[in-house]
């Protein structure tokens, strides 16, 4: 039957009203909740840079200025070859008198666009637009000039290298540290009417190359030019090949074809992880977070080909990516462990990678951190051991572990333990093979060790801590390889934190030569700068919980389950004891601070977790959230310290999942609290493992109950067998504690036992 007129136009109209309602509602994409600005204004030292790129590639952009809140950006950068660096070449568009030129122009700037992806800048001062759009080895530029009764000029310099100018394109390389150069092939879409170097105010188009320490040249374009497309390819291995790096990724001026391109890697590559849940900031922070992991290490394989500044020689790799730039002392604890899971081949590759390092240099010791002009070993210990071990027991098998141990072996026992080193073992080390210990200078002692760092001292329990635990790694690798002996030899050593606990105070404290614990001793103070003739960048409460290895014999040392709970409240009750720029002046990465906890550096990450080991998690799920809500914001200030490339992060990311891996090295996880309802991890191997909260709220964060895969559930961990075999982690959460919940002795996390006992 014929409907009525009205009633047919009423159902149009719902369904226009519906259609701009699916419109208006469709669901955020991962790439979507990236904020690059969250911690782009540091608490004290370094802030976290909003770096434009695709995952784990070459070409990383971010604009030059030193916080977020600086009234200029320097230039435009063309690649950033190392974490936290300085671009290599710098671009400078510019209208208005020659005079005012140099090699590169600090500019005023207003409407800023940052997404991983994508970059949009005013340089308000010319009235010029950016934007910008990277590929893995090439990226473009386009540029709109608005004053279109002046020429336009592109300034492209330099900081310590050569550039030549041939019609339209400019080609040269940047010198880096350690004889490596990076290379660029530089296009435009115009034509220049003038091109060379810039002299006495006028372009000197005879003298087409340039060199030296911030050399540049000047392209000119006419008046009335509206617009330059600019794109170019990098290459650590010579111009031809940046030039090929370019045509293979880029192959016209469409900057949107490849903006589109990049959100979309970046969609697949954050959506291995999905999420569900009402609190939208918490996603924001989530998939921040995850972003920032994919910062480093880089893939420096070109078509096949790598350079590499361990032997100063190209290679093939021979089907096997090649990735540098690693601090692996931030890394080891999270960043590589969160890889292990959702990228196990790049892992893997990475992890080929440190024994191509260490095969390359002439003392062959297992890398400590690698960049693109070689290893710097900067910080203390050698905890590649800690990835190779923790890699190998959760599956990843496609390395050799034999050669790994070697390299591993020798960097431990060959290799100077003195920070910031790459000497060979001194007298120093032989005191710590025979005692156990790395001996600390009483006050006002002067050193005489030559392996010692001049500014970073001895740094004497965070080198002991953090090289038993090493030698744990390694006593482990020793097993797998049926190295018994070996294995026994430094599965018993890495029990030696003994030796500078004292038993007193209960605090691991620095002793000297004589066997004697150095008096007087603040357990927050003492050590000069950074603690670094005690400790290391933090005091002495936070590395009394650094026994990653042995979490249930730190248990026992300090006197119970009850006894170490209380001492951790401790930790987080006393106050810094000074003003605030007092303790900063001399603890500056020791941020974020509850107390004597700091949220700002790596060796705190895993001390939230740590109540899990006496029976206590609800105590864990309170204070996981609280630092997360404290600490880790959607603002500018929104990182607690020094992020490096993912070490902090990580934490972010596997806390908000709801766990964490405690022990790199040992193949499980301890159990936080979420902070999503849901969250989907792809495994890569068709299987996916799933944390369901069930009563799930934003302020729920106390786990009531427990099932893994339909099984009741009342270990406060699981492990990574459990997770890599796919199904469900089920939470019932509330917004009190259930302190009865995985509180038995039998449902705390494993922690290191000798074989055979």
Request: proline content about 6%; hydrophobic content about 35%.
């Amino acid at each position: 039957m014929k409907k009525p007129i009205q009633y047919l136009l009423t159902s149009f109209l719902l369904l226009v009203i519906g259609a701009g309602n699916a419109v208006a509602q469709t669901p955020k994409q991962p790439v979507d909740y990236v904020n690059p600005y969250i911690g782009n204004t540091s608490h004290l030292l370094v802030p976290t840079y909003p770096t434009v790129h695709l995952p784990n590639s070459i070409l990383r952009a971010y604009p030059e200025r030193e916080n977020f809140t600086s009234n200029t950006i320097n230039g435009l950068p063309l690649v950033v070859t190392s974490h936290r660096g300085s671009s290599a070449f710098n671009l400078s568009p510019y209208q208005g008198n020659l005079e005012n030129v140099k090699s590169t122009i600090r500019y005023g700037y207003d409407n800023e666009i940052i997404k991983p992806y994508y970059y949009e800048v005013d340089l308000d001062d010319y009235g010029v637009n950016v934007k910008f759009a990277p590929s893995h080895q090439s990226a473009i530029y386009d540029l709109q000039f608005n004053q279109s009764n002046l020429p336009a000029y592109l300034i492209l310099n330099t900081r310590d290298g050569e550039l030549t100018v041939n019609q339209n394109t400019v080609s040269g390389f940047q010198k880096l540290s350690n004889n490596t150069k990076v290379f660029i092939y530089f296009e435009t879409d115009l034509q220049p009417v003038e091109s060379g170097t810039h002299q006495n105010n006028l372009i000197d188009s005879k003298n087409k190359s340039t060199s030296g320490r911030n050399a540049y040249l000047v392209l000119k374009y006419p008046a009335k030019t509206k617009q330059i497309k600019v794109h170019y390819g990098i290459s650590f291995i010579s111009v031809e090949q940046a030039k090929n790096n370019l045509q293979r990724e880029i192959k016209d001026y469409n900057l949107n074809s490849v903006a589109q391109k990049g959100k979309a890697i970046w969609n697949a590559t954050l959506g291995k992880i999905q999420i569900e849940g009402s609190d939208e900031t918490a996603k924001t922070i989530f998939y921040t977070s995850l972003y920032r992991t994919y910062e480093r290490m880089i893939n420096l394989s070109e078509d096949g080909k790598y350079f590499s500044a361990f032997d100063g020689k190209i290679h093939n790799d021979n089907g096997t990516p090649f990735f540098t730039d690693d601090w692996i002392w931030d890394t080891y604890r999270a960043t590589h462990p969160l890889r292990v899971i959702i990228e196990p081949k790049m892992e893997s590759n990475m992890i080929n990678s440190y024994l191509r390092m260490a095969q390359q240099m002439d003392d062959h010791w297992m890398p400590t951190f690698p960049e693109v002009t070689g290893d710097s070993r900067r910080m203390n210990s050698n905890h590649g051991v800690a990835t190779i071990i923790d890699a190998y027991n959760k599956g990843l098998k496609s390395f050799n572990l034999e050669e790994a141990y070697q390299y591993c072996k020798a960097g431990i026992t060959e290799k100077t333990l003195a920070p910031w080193s790459a000497k060979k073992a001194g007298v120093l080390d032989q005191f710590f093979k025979d005692k156990g210990y790395f001996p600390a200078l009483p006050a006002g002692e002067k050193e005489t060790a030559p392996e010692v760092h001049g500014f970073e001292k001895r740094q004497p329990i965070a080198v002991t801590l953090g090289t038993v635990y090493d030698e744990w790694c390694l006593g482990n690798i020793a097993l797998q390889l049926g190295k018994t002996d070996e294995a026994k030899h430094f599965l018993d050593k890495s029990l030696s934190y003994h030796t500078v606990f004292n038993p007193e105070t209960k605090f691991f404290h620095p002793k000297d030569a004589n066997g004697k614990f150095i008096e007087p001793l603040d357990y927050r103070f003492s050590g000069g700068l950074g603690a670094r003739e005690t400790y290391d960048e933090n005091n002495g409460w936070l590395y009394r919980w650094d026994v990653l290895h042995n979490v249930g014999d730190l248990v026992e040392m300090i006197g119970g389950k009850q006894a170490f709970v209380d001492e951790l409240e401790k930790m987080y009750n006393t106050p810094l004891g000074k003003s605030r720029f007092d303790f900063y002046s001399q603890l500056p990465d020791h941020t974020g601070n509850v107390g004597q906890f700091s949220m700002g550096n790596e060796p705190a990450m895993h001390i939230p977790y740590l109540y899990n080991y006496a029976g206590q998690p609800w105590r864990t799920q309170k204070r996981v959230r609280s630092l997360l809500a404290q600490w880790f914001r959607n603002d500018v200030m929104g990182i607690p310290g020094d992020e490096d490339g993912g070490g902090l992060t990580s934490f972010v990311v596997f806390s908000q999942m709801g766990f964490y891996p405690m022990t790199p090295g040992l193949p499980m996880y301890v159990i936080g609290s979420p902070a999503f309802a849901n969250v989907k991890l792809d495994l890569g191997n068709g299987k996916k493992f799933e944390i369901s909260c069930l009563n799930y709220s934003p302020d729920n964060k106390y786990v009531q109950s427990a099932k893994l895969n339909g099984q009741v559930w009342n270990k406060s961990w699981f492990s990574h067998d459990d997770l890599m075999k796919g199904g469900k982690l089920e939470l019932v959460m509330s917004k009190r504690p259930n302190k009865e919940w995985a509180a038995d002795a039998n449902a705390v996390p494993p922690s290191f036992k000798m074989p055979g006992k």
